[in-house]
């Protein structure tokens, strides 16, 4: 269900009013859609002004158009008078979000919840006292034209008479956005108002071209009244049950543990979205991106997106360098470079002589590998939720070295850390006797068989797919005590989580600055501990600052680690350079921690609304372990796909229908099931989780209804749609 209109905000105490002029007008059938006997609403004869009713072919329901559909609907010729123009209802007020959502469901996908002005006629009344014609709507009076007329005149400004669509109907003005609500004395609330109301939004050559008027709609429906096809009913009901099965299991549906008040998700609970002497963080954000009008983006975990600032420095700079390029590259890059390598080294704990920038973790994570010497009966261990082409690496390695393997960990989200732990724990105790360290601390494995023992881990900090926090602080841990030989995937991490490298005191850790940093892509930051930088001999691809013991250059230069990574071949240095400003851009907006707090508890209470709109599950346990400023929530409707091109043409659907609704969070299949990322920045608010929850609500049920089996695509397409997903469901 989409809005085109203000986005309904969740809240206990707050009602809203609606305008039914269909099914639902019958007080019977709206009982049984919401689920309890209505008392508290208030029920109201009303009009809808320009927007006409007509028949869904083939279907026994109406549907609503404005004006301008209408035009396209009927002939030039077609006279309609002033009651056909505005379409008769009911006005019900005082529903609550919970009803909203069970309405949302009914209506399904066929239609749009708008907030319109609408013609209140008689005064409320509640479902104990209502009159005849409001709890049976065959016995309510037709308005004749004048009346009609009379009741919306205030708001359409026109004459009373007969109309075409081709010219009248174009002279009714849009729904009195400037007009003042009124009621009588004594407070009897009759008048304009607004409501929000379902309106057709499926292709129109659904709908019958002719008005299906007030009278011939009710005539045609009293017979079904009371005998409505139970499948009506299905979404409904199911969403009913999974919400009493959340009631009894609320930890399905938080990230920590927490009262049942705010587990439809609090903007009073998300931190740091005001804080004095800088600008507040949501929407207000905007003006420093350069995002398209109305683009909802809630995925900037995967590529990034920097500020302006940032990018105007980027250009500025690449000017500058333009302007000379020799005085550039001879005098001026290598300082700057050391900037970024302070800067950084300082915001995860090392030492500036122990941080190089590399262009991403990927890059990184290689050159880490394939300097490293591998002996048979080596064994490297990653787990299920590896990064894609970092798992690949892992496999190409194998290959290279008949006599090493790889050893997936299954991982299974939502789970907890400790589980992660043990398991890990479990597979070295296998092949590694308890390591014994030497003088330095270090320790090396050792096999309880001659040629076989788990040298080398590669740890996620923050998975990408799903986006979870590893426990890799204590997973490096267990390295130490087997001699297990620790890299960190911390592609996520820096600038979404605290880190400190030295008090985790892991083997190797790369961490892309373009994601969470803010920084321009691609860039990122390789921390190698002194102890281990004799054993990175060389960069990716090897620099002029190498140096061979075999083959030493003249002039006895001595071997260094950090001089092979100033140059290793012409690039454009800028998007290195922009760290530093993504750096002061942080800090002029409230500094990392005030950052992190936002996304953190934004994604906390954005899973919470998202899980509660779709009635499905956060991928998440019940420490609350799992959620940084990534929340991964269960999508609605979608069953396992059938095998690898069905999940391309499932996942080709989905993410076409996102870009069509202006907006993308990452879906990926894990655990037998489909789930969505929703990556929070300072420019989201929770308004931001409603609208792509509500988009990808309607393109799963399309999905359900096999429609995504109907699309156009060549071989080519779904080829390379289906190389791009995971080798294994779990990934």
Aim: hydrophobic residues 35%.
């Amino acid at each position: 269900m989409s809005t085109k209109s203000d986005t309904i905000v969740p809240s206990k105490e707050q009602r809203f009013d609606f305008f039914f002029y269909g099914t639902l007008c019958v007080p019977a059938v709206l009982t049984r859609v919401l689920g309890h006997k209505c008392e508290g609403l208030t029920f109201q004869d009303a009009l809808l002004p320009n927007y006409t009713r007509h028949r869904v072919k083939g279907e026994t329901y109406p549907a609503i158009v404005d004006k301008d559909t209408t035009n396209r609907l009927l002939s030039k010729s077609d006279v309609l008078t002033s009651e056909e123009v505005n379409t008769r209802g009911t006005l019900v007020r005082g529903l609550t979000y919970a009803d909203v959502n069970a309405l949302d469901l009914f209506e399904g996908t066929e239609y749009s919840r708008t907030c319109l002005p609408v013609q209140a006629l008689t005064s409320p009344s509640t479902i104990n006292r209502l009159p005849e014609a409001l709890a049976n709507p065959t016995s309510r009076v037709r308005l004749d034209n004048l009346e009609a007329e009379k009741a919306v005149k205030s708001a359409q400004g026109t004459d009373v008479g007969v109309i075409t669509p081709g010219t009248a109907v174009a002279k009714f003005v849009d729904a009195v956005d400037n007009e003042q609500d009124s009621s009588v004395e004594g407070g009897v609330d009759v008048g304009m108002t607004n409501a929000w109301t379902y309106i057709w939004s499926d292709p129109i050559e659904r709908l019958e071209p002719g008005i299906w008027r007030f009278e011939e709609f009710i005539e045609a429906k009293a017979s079904l009244w009371n005998h409505l096809p139970s499948d009506w009913f299905s979404d409904v009901d199911r969403q009913r049950v999974l919400q009493e099965e959340l009631a009894v299991a609320e930890s399905r549906t938080q990230t920590s543990p927490s009262s049942a008040s705010d587990a439809d998700g609090d903007e009073s609970t998300v931190e740091g979205k005001v804080v004095e002497g800088f600008p507040d963080f949501g929407h207000d954000m905007l003006k420093y991106w350069g995002f398209r009008d109305g683009y909802v983006n809630m995925n900037h975990g995967s590529y990034g997106s920097a500020p302006k600032p940032v990018t105007e420095y980027m250009h500025k700079m690449s000017e500058e360098i333009e302007g000379n390029p020799d005085f550039f590259m001879r005098r001026t890059w290598a300082g700057l470079l050391d900037k970024v390598r302070e800067e950084a080294a300082d915001l995860i704990g090392a030492q500036t002589e122990e941080v190089v920038v590399v262009p991403n973790t990927t890059h990184g994570i290689n050159n880490i590998l394939t300097n490293l010497d591998w002996a048979d009966g080596d064994i490297i261990v990653n787990y299920s939720t590896t990064y894609g082409a970092v798992a690949q690496t892992l496999k190409y390695l194998a290959d290279r070295h008949p006599n090493i393997r790889l050893e997936t960990i299954d991982i299974h989200f939502p789970t907890s850390h400790a589980s992660i732990v043990q398991a890990t724990e479990d597979l070295f105790e296998k092949y590694n006797e308890v390591a014994i360290p030497n003088y330095t601390g270090q320790s090396k494995p050792n096999g309880k068989k001659p040629n076989e023992r788990v040298r080398l881990v590669v740890v996620d900090a923050i998975a990408s797919m799903p986006g979870v926090i590893y426990p890799w602080e204590r997973i490096v841990g267990v390295c130490k005590k087997y001699g297990v030989i620790s890299l960190v995937d911390a592609a996520h991490a820096i600038g979404q989580v605290e880190v400190d490298v030295k008090k985790a005191d892991c083997d190797y850790w790369v961490a892309n600055c373009h994601k969470w940093l803010l920084s321009h892509r691609g860039g990122a930051v390789m921390y190698v501990p002194t102890r281990n930088q004799h054993l990175i001999r060389t960069t990716f691809p090897t620099s002029a600052g190498y140096e061979s013991s075999r083959y030493p250059t003249e002039g006895g230069r001595p071997w260094s680690w950090i001089p092979q990574y100033q140059w290793n071949g012409t690039i454009d240095w800028t998007p290195f350079f922009s760290i530093t400003k993504a750096f002061e851009f942080r800090r002029s907006i409230g500094g990392e921690e005030r950052i992190r707090k936002y996304n953190h508890s934004l994604a906390v209470e954005g899973g919470k609304r998202v899980a509660k709109l779709w009635g499905t599950q956060i991928m998440e346990n019940p420490d609350g372990e799992l959620t940084a400023a990534m929340v991964n929530v269960e999508m609605p409707h979608i069953s396992v796909p059938d095998d690898l091109a069905d999940a391309a043409l499932q996942e080709i659907y989905i993410q076409d229908g996102l870009f069509q609704a202006n907006c993308y969070a990452a879906p990926y299949r894990h655990n037998g099931k489909w789930w969505t990322r929703f990556s929070t920045q300072v420019w989201n608010d929770l308004s931001d989780f409603e609208y792509i929850a509500k988009a990808l609500d309607k393109i799963c049920l399309d999905v359900k209804a096999g429609k995504y089996k109907k699309q156009d695509l060549d071989g080519n397409e779904l080829k390379v749609a289906a190389q791009g997903l995971p080798t294994t469901e779990d990934q």
